[in-house]
């Protein structure tokens, strides 16, 4: 599950992506959008998955009256992003703790997860990836 979660934040391919961003430029006039802008927009991309490229690219046509700063990209490409860090790092942790068969240091605050929070959490997390394929499937 950790690996599907890994590979569904790989960076897309770069001249894929820059079809795409190519593409969504040509919404606002030329003069928005010199030369600079359009490298500085690819930079705001390339490290990004695809699927959430794609995402990003269709918010800032919805929002954007104005051609995107790379400021306005990342944001776009966060909230999309977010989610996807957040179930890594959370099954990156469920997997830590059922490792070592309990928490590190449990104290009053801190407790073993029980059997039904485990499962919800495994439930969550594989709701997560079954979404991730079928969008990865759709692009």
Same mark, same amino acid.
Do not use: N
């Given at each position: ?11 897309? =391919? ?32 390339? =490290?990004?998955?695809? =699927?959430?490229?794609? %995402? @990003? ?20 490409? =966060? ?7 957040? @179930? ?18 449990? %104290? ?7 059997? @039904? ?18 969008? @990865?499937?759709?692009?």
């Amino acid at each position: 599950m950790v690996a599907e979660l890994e590979t569904a934040l790989v960076p897309g =391919d770069r001249e894929r992506i820059g079809r795409e961003w190519e593409h969504t430029s040509r919404l606002w006039p030329a003069a928005e959008h010199p030369g600079e802008a359009m490298v500085f927009g690819m930079e705001a991309l390339e =490290d990004v998955p695809f =699927d959430i490229v794609l %995402g @990003a690219l269709k918010r800032l046509r919805q929002r954007c009256r104005f051609f995107p700063r790379p400021a306005e990209i990342r944001e776009a490409v =966060d909230e999309l992003l977010g989610p996807r860090k957040r @179930a890594l790092l959370k099954a990156r942790a469920i997997l830590a703790v059922a490792s070592r068969g309990r928490c590190r240091s449990p %104290g009053p605050h801190r407790r073993e997860p029980s059997e @039904a929070e485990k499962a919800r959490v495994s439930e969550v997390v594989g709701a997560y990836v079954r979404r991730h394929r079928a969008s @990865a499937a759709a692009t």
